[in-house]
Nanobody, 123 residues
Framework: QVQLVESGGGSVQAGGSLRLSCAAS????????VGWFRQASGKEREFVAT????????DYTDSVKGRFTISRDNAKNTVYLQMNSLKPEDTAVYYC????????????????WGQGTQVTVSS
C-alpha cells in the first residue's frame, strides 16, 4: 500500500507560479511511475504529467508543455510539479497518482491516488 498526500496548492494570479508536492508513505515510491492529473469543476479528470520510476523520462499534456515541470526525489519519497506561467484554465483540483502503468497517460492505469489539492488561477 502507498499513501499519497498532495500539498502546495493555492490561489495565484495569472502568470504566477506554484509548486505542488506529492509525499508518499507506506512503501517506497521509486517502484512506481507517478503521474499528476487534474479535474476542473464539471469536467473529467485529465492527464497533466508523468515521470518514470528513475526520473529519467517525463511526459506532459500539450497545454502545459514548457510551463510545468515534473520531478522526483526518491530519497525523500516525493514527487513535485513546478507550475509556471499559470493561466486561469489551469484552475482545477490536482491529484498525484502512482502505479505500475502500461499507458502512463491513462488514469485507470494508476493504483494509488492522493486526496487532491486545489489550484485556483485568477485573471
Amino acid at each position: 500500500q502507498v499513501q499519497l498526500v498532495e500539498s502546495g496548492g493555492g490561489s495565484v494570479q495569472a502568470g504566477g507560479s506554484l509548486r505542488l508536492s506529492c509525499a508518499a508513505s507506506g512503501r517506497i515510491l521509486n517502484v512506481y511511475r507517478v503521474g499528476w492529473f487534474r479535474q476542473a469543476s464539471g469536467k473529467e479528470r485529465e492527464f497533466v504529467a508523468t515521470i518514470t520510476r528513475s526520473g529519467t523520462n517525463t511526459d506532459y499534456t500539450d497545454s502545459v508543455k514548457g510551463r510545468f515541470t515534473i520531478s522526483r526525489d526518491n530519497a525523500k519519497n516525493t514527487v513535485y510539479l513546478q507550475m509556471n506561467s499559470l493561466k486561469p484554465e489551469d484552475t482545477a483540483v490536482y491529484y498525484c497518482a502512482a502505479g505500475l502503468t502500461v499507458v502512463p497517460t491513462a488514469a485507470r492505469e494508476y493504483t494509488y491516488w492522493g486526496q487532491g489539492t486545489q489550484v485556483t488561477v485568477s485573471s
